[in-house]
């Protein structure tokens, strides 16, 4: 190898970078340590791909350095999977003589560059040192998009209750890790919302984030939704499509009200989980996948887990971190807050230009338990808007379910000494009252199924 030229060495900024070599000649391996070494770069070795898989997965690795023909794992099956376990990862091909044409394909799918053999010290360093680059760049782009959503937040979520401030927290806590997320609570109270938040708030925000409803799509074609399929898998099958775990890869997957799907989908959905790979419907070949989860139901998983209708191990696979959001009848002091905002928003929309509330208004909707949620306050306001002749919202232009009111039934006192028998009736006939006696929505707010509240009655 040459002698490398001064301005063939690492930048500043890459000086003490990790380098995996990966080549199953060991001597070809001493060589380019010593090379890496010797210009200010931290190196470590892998004689095969499965090896170079397993320290990716146990450390950080700014650049790969691989040899594109090895036994067992050559060097684009580690390109593919190492991308997956280290997405922030750059890659660099050895590549021999005859073998161009493989090594440009490497970089349709996501190396940066080749060197070919025999090397060139000058060339090799060159392409190190813009791969590091590149990928330093990259890091540093995510991290000011990270900051840059920290100073903004996020406009969707509005509120500040104490309990509703709590979940937002949480939510930012939890939103860098990789981490599944099962949010959950009534119809209405923004899971969807929340979703979007977490996946803006993580490092995979400069990625996709995919929307799926479980309860809107049929077994078979939910499969085919979240799959994909092959040619011919089935009737109008014309052609290969990639599912919504594809369109997602490296990206966020929102599925929504995930207790609707049926025992096939789930058993799916838990390899995936477990293996991070898919198969399209009517194919084979595992694809590997890096997508982060959050799912959302408004059902009670562990009650349908003991009644065998949802699986006890995806249960657990799901519900990593539980994100439970609050009714809006505990948030009394945001349902103003919401309401002035969703006044502006259907203003907007219908080119009126409204000012506010009438004093009544506002006692009307402070007093209303909102069973609907924010969902429910939303079109209440957008109904207001379009009827409201005068400046300010009155009464007269609110829905008559919420003016006629259910009022907000926040406590319950329940002296020592009562049995858990008529402790759990009074908080049921409570409930039931607060809900102006609908039994479902009396069963979402105390998280139980309907029919467990007409068994307790009768």
Known sequence: METPRREDLPAAEDAGATILVVDDEPELCRALSKLLGR?????????????????????????????????????????????????????????????????????????????????????????????????????????????????????????????????????????????????????????????????????????????????????????????????????????????????????????????????????????????????????????????RIIAATNADLAAMVAAGRFREDLYYRLNVINLELPALRRRGEDVILLADHFLQKYNDKNRKNLQGFTPEAVEVMMRYAWPGNVRELENALERAVVLSKDELVGVSALPQSVVAGRQRFDAVTIPVGTTLRDAEMQLIEATLESSGGDKETAANILGIAARTIYRKLQ
Request: charged fraction near 25%; proline fraction near 3%; aromatic fraction near 4%.
């Open 39 to 291: 210009n200010g770069y931290e190196v470590i070795t892998a004689g095969n791909g499965e090896e170079a898989l397993e320290l990716l997965r146990r450390q950080e690795v700014d650049l790969v350095l691989s040899d594109l023909q090895m036994p067992r794992m050559g060097g684009v099956e580690l390109l593919k999977a190492g991308r997956v376990i280290s997405p922030g990862t750059e890659f660099v091909i050895i590549t021999g003589h005859g073998t161009i044409e493989v090594a440009v394909d490497a970089i349709k799918r996501g190396a940066y560059d080749f060197v070919e053999k025999p090397f060139s010290t000058a060339t090799t360093l060159k392409v190190v040192r813009k791969a590091l680059e590149k990928q330093r760049l990259r890091a540093e782009n995510r991290q000011l998009r990270r900051r840059l959503r920290e100073i903004q937040g996020n406009s969707d979520i509005i509120g500040k209750s104490a309990v509703m401030r709590q979940t937002v927290e949480t939510a930012r806590q939890v939103a860098n890790s990789s981490a599944t997320v099962l949010l959950t609570g009534e119809s209405g109270t923004g899971k969807e919302v929340f979703a979007g938040a977490i996946h803006a708030w993580s490092d995979r925000a400069d990625r996709v984030m995919v929307r799926v409803s479980c309860a809107a799509l049929p077994e078979t074609l939910l499969e085919a939704e979240l799959f994909g399929y092959e040619k011919g898998a089935f009737t109008g099958a014309v052609a290969r499509r990639k599912g919504r775990f594809e369109a997602a890869h490296r990206g966020t997957l929102f599925l929504d009200e995930v207790g609707e799907m049926s025992p096939t989908t789930q058993v799916k959905l838990l390899r995936v989980l477990q293996e991070n790979v898919i198969e399209r419907l009517g194919g084979n070949e595992p694809i590997p996948v890096d997508v």
